[in-house]
């Protein structure tokens, strides 16, 4: 089972590294130091939750690369689904039609 995330958030917003990207830890008593001592004082661990952005069925989906981001006062890893027909016809260029009846898949 995967441990659990946590993200560092300062008045309902993500704090970001020097790259940009969420300050995120797992779990957090492997906190990396210093990070809290480099942000603010009020700046708090949160717990991150996991979602897909639809509903996900392996047969038909890929999963891409998450989106840390908040809602409300929740941190969430956010999966965004893709169909494996839209996926592989922006790889070659054609439209996703072109593509669904090129290989027969559900329309």
């Given at each position: 089972?995967?441990?659990?995330?946590?993200?560092?958030v300062?008045?309902?917003?993500?704090?970001?590294?020097?790259?940009?990207?969420?300050?995120?830890?797992?779990?957090?008593?492997?906190?990396?130091?210093?990070?809290?001592?480099?942000?603010?004082?009020?700046?708090?661990?949160?717990?991150?939750?996991?979602?897909?952005?639809?509903?996900?069925?392996?047969?038909?989906?890929?999963?891409?690369?998450?989106?840390?981001?908040?809602?409300?006062?929740?941190?969430?890893?956010?999966?965004?689904?893709?169909?494996?027909?839209d996926?592989?016809?922006?790889?070659?260029?054609?439209?996703?039609?072109?593509?669904?009846?090129?290989?027969?898949?559900?329309?």
């Amino acid at each position: 089972m995967q441990e659990r995330s946590y993200a560092l958030v300062f008045n309902g917003a993500l704090l970001r590294d020097g790259d940009g990207q969420p300050i995120v830890s797992a779990p957090i008593s492997s906190t990396p130091e210093g990070y809290t001592a480099a942000h603010p004082a009020h700046a708090e661990w949160v717990p991150v939750e996991n979602r897909d952005s639809a509903p996900f069925d392996p047969a038909e989906h890929y999963r891409l690369a998450p989106i840390i981001e908040m809602d409300g006062g929740t941190a969430y890893r956010t999966y965004p689904i893709i169909s494996k027909i839209d996926f592989h016809a922006k790889e070659l260029g054609i439209p996703a039609e072109t593509f669904r009846a090129m290989v027969g898949g559900p329309r």
